[in-house]
Nanobody, 120 residues
Framework: QVQLVESGGGLVQPGGSLRLSCAAS????????MAWYRQAPGKQRELVAT??????????HFLDSVKGRFTISRDNAKNTVYLQMTSLKPEDTAVYYC???????????WGRGTQVTVSS
């Protein structure tokens, strides 16, 4: 079993920055893919960023609308993945969820989410 706990959300003005953290515990491997999703009110959950590690090194993918503004990183020693968000826009307002895909169990795990509100 894997537990994911997000933190770092809050209220920020447009153009501001936030760093979200997701601490993972349980049976975790550095080869597990970790990701951030978000869900705005009345909208479907969407994939924001993924981070995976393999023989080719670390690979990150981003939603087009956040490219150049968000970065994702992982600290394997702390079992934590981060989402650094800069130049935030009101349309980034959503609940952000951490996700882990366990390669060993072929299972997905979710955190409870953290609210990000971008408003003046």
């Amino acid at each position: 079993q894997v537990q994911l706990v997000e933190s770092g959300g809050g209220l920020v003005q447009p153009g501001g920055s936030l760093r979200l953290s997701c601490a993972a515990s349980g049976y975790i491997s550095s080869s597990d893919t970790m990701a951030w999703y978000r869900q705005a009110p009345g909208k479907q959950r969407e994939l924001v960023a993924t981070f995976s590690s393999g023989v080719s090194g670390n690979i990150a993918h981003f939603l087009d609308s956040v490219k150049g503004r968000f970065t994702i990183s992982r600290d394997n020693a702390k079992n934590t993945v981060y989402l650094q968000m800069t130049s935030l826009k009101p349309e980034d307002t959503a609940v952000y969820y951490c996700n882990l895909y366990s390669a060993s169990s072929s299972s997905y795990f979710w955190g409870r989410g953290t609210q990000v509100t971008v408003s003046s």
